[in-house]
């Protein structure tokens, strides 16, 4: 444990939960090794065990014993300072304080979720760079996520490949299998609907025998009483081995065949050219985000799959007599699911961190330039005027942006010498027309000062244009009801938070990609396309220059264009640290503010919004 509670780090590897750390550890030794200068460590979330509902999180004792051996690890990820965050998942809300975040990948396959389009995997946007195993995913990513992405490899077949390969004969001798046996694993799911667990139970007992070794290895996530069940399984049968921790890649080298259904694992065993049988669940479509258009269902021309034990057992002996009958379509396969297959994916990974870590690359939009047209009126409070330049200032890092003030008259204040141009003397406030006629962008952003946004809100914003065909204005929220279902949906039975920024960190972390259609309501933030924006001006129509954008929404819609109010970009007043939901977020914010020696503001925050 590091006695350091503030580090500084290069590069922290987060591991949301135990699953991860076959992803993140060989790359963090291949780091240690080749770039021993870098300060690594690790950190965890506090252990939480999996339930029927949720997968658990945090690293076992074991686990942790086995990292701290090795580097630097923090239980309390919230007290370092890192210049980078790796993980294995979409765990970004359980680190904002770490904003550049490289993802290793979720592994090979959907599972409903991962390298489709769904909102879980729009969240590998919150990533500046994603690596993955093969070209298929890389393709199938693309249509959604619009960050650097590269293929690395499947970094768990390093243990497959090049000078890392497992002996088999050492597992066998070391479990006491006959060298002669055929070796059955058994790598089923723990999905109620998707495991072939439920339905042949412990039928499996039949496939052991003289001639043949039956493995069993659960997921971590599979209920306690199968768990047991196939542990009083082995207990009685010579034949059966119920593995436990440690055992992936002996056991792959090992098995002569695998039994699954849709468990990642056995496209994991394909990649070793060796036969899979699969086991089709009858529930398999009621399973939540199914699509025989996913990576796992793609794939079955090149695996047996079985709808009975009886079909399963002949489907068994059918594999084993004939390993090498469906190998052309597994080859096929292979080549798309996981690049080189030499044993230094986890190599290939770690260098493309090093290089974004030593190059700090602007961050890559499809979309160009952007204009800011900053509505300025003449009783604009200077401060926060200045405050909103700050903002953009930190936002023009990573994207091209101009600003544009727009006013009816002059204002006594200097423009700030920023990282981008302002295309107006000090002082000077175009009418929105002369101030169209000098924007250069092609997307351009309707901008009210005084309002805090997410970090990378014009990234945020732009990419609904990419989701959505035929849109022509996408909002930034600020009606606190127009979020509330989603808070329902993304903190079912919990409270949000009271705190505007935490609440618009989770917004985005968990609900990017969520948009309200037509819904004309006001923001202070819209970005509508230069050439839209150029159209809607020219009709002249119902387009006010104290507040344009309200005309301009009706313009879109009416041409048949849809306006959209992202709700993963949530802006509030500048002056505003609290979020009153109702009458208890209200008591909740008054009693924070008593604790913390300011009860004048609660006294301010009870009269603005009353007691009820």
């Known amino acids: 444990m590091n006695n350091n509670p503030f580090p500084e780090l290069d590069i922290l590897f987060y591991a949301e939960r135990g699953l991860h750390l076959p992803f993140l550890e060989p790359v963090h030794d291949y780091l240690k090794t080749a770039y021993p200068d870098l300060r690594l460590g690790f950190s965890a979330p506090p252990l939480t065990p999996s339930t029927s509902d949720l997968p658990g999180c945090g690293l076992s004792e074991a686990e942790t014993a086995r990292i701290q051996r090795k580097t630097m690890y923090f239980e309390d990820s919230a007290s370092i300072t890192s210049k980078l965050a790796v993980v294995a998942d979409v765990c970004h809300f359980r680190i904002p304080h770490i904003p550049r975040v490289v993802n290793l990948g979720h592994g090979l396959i959907c599972k409903g979720h991962y390298y489709c389009r769904t909102s879980v995997t729009r969240r590998e946007n919150l990533s500046e760079l994603v690596c993955v195993p093969g070209p298929w995913h890389k393709r199938r990513l693309e249509q959604n996520v619009f960050v650097p992405i590269e293929v690395t490899g499947f970094i768990k077949s390093d243990l497959f490949f090049g000078s890392k390969r497992m002996d088999s004969g050492k597992f066998r001798q070391d479990m006491g299998i006959d060298p002669e046996n055929n070796i059955i694993l058994f790598a089923p799911t723990f999905n109620e609907e998707l495991s ?328 202070p933030c819209s970005m509508i396309p230069m050439p839209v924006l150029q159209a809607c001006i020219s009709t002249g129509s119902g387009i006010h220059q104290d507040d344009i954008a309200p005309g301009i929404e009706l313009i879109i819609t009416s041409a048949g264009l849809q306006s959209l109010s992202a709700l993963d970009t949530f802006a509030y007043p500048m002056q505003e640290t609290f979020i009153v939901w109702d009458q208890q977020a209200l008591m909740n914010i008054v009693d924070f503010l008593k604790n913390q020696g300011m009860p004048e503001l609660a006294v301010q925050y009870i009269e603005r919004y009353g007691t009820g």
């Open 196 to 523: 072939a667990i439920p339905v042949i139970q412990d039928q499996l007992a039949h496939l052991a025998g003289q001639e043949n070794t039956v493995l069993i290895k659960l997921h971590q996530a599979t209920a306690d009483h199968w768990k047991r069940m196939y542990q009083e399984l082995a207990r009685k049968n010579q034949n059966i081995v119920y593995l436990t921790e440690g055992d992936y890649a002996p056991m792959m080298h090992a098995a002569d065949v695998m039994i699954s259904d849709v468990s990642s694992i056995f496209v994991e065993f394909m990649l070793l050219d060796k036969p899979v049988v699969l086991f089709k669940n009858p529930k398999i479509t009621d399973f939540p985000g199914f699509n025989a258009n996913n990576i796992e269902y793609r794939v079955r021309d090149a695996v047996q799959e079985a709808e009975t034990f009886s079909q399963l057992q002949a489907q068994v002996e059918k594999a084993l007599a004939a390993p090498d009958a469906l190998s052309s379509l597994r080859t096929k396969y292979i080549e798309e699911l996981d690049f080189g297959r030499d044993g230094q994916s986890a190599q290939r990974a770690g260098q493309a961190i090093v290089d974004r870590l030593m190059h700090k690359n602007r961050s890559k939009t499809q979309l160009g330039r952007f204009s800011i047209f900053l509505f300025i009126e003449d009783d604009v409070d200077l401060q926060i005027l200045e405050a909103s330049f700050d903002q953009l200032s930190r936002e023009s890092l990573k994207f091209p942006m101009e600003v544009l003030p727009v006013g009816g008259s002059r204002i006594d204040y200097p423009w700030p010498r920023t990282g981008f141009p302002v295309l107006a003397g000090d002082g000077e406030l175009l009418g929105f027309s002369r101030a169209l006629e000098r924007a250069r962008g092609n997307m351009g952003v309707l901008l009210k000062p005084g309002w805090s946004m997410p970090q990378g809100w014009i990234k945020w914003l732009s990419n609904h244009f990419q989701w959505n065909d035929n849109t022509g204005m996408v909002k930034a929220t600020s009606d606190i009801n127009l979020i509330r279902p989603l808070i329902g949906e993304i903190l079912p039975g919990g409270n949000p938070p009271i705190i505007a920024k935490a609440l618009a960190s989770i917004l985005l972390t968990l609900g990017i990609g969520n948009a309200s259609l037509n819904d004309g309501l006001a923001s």
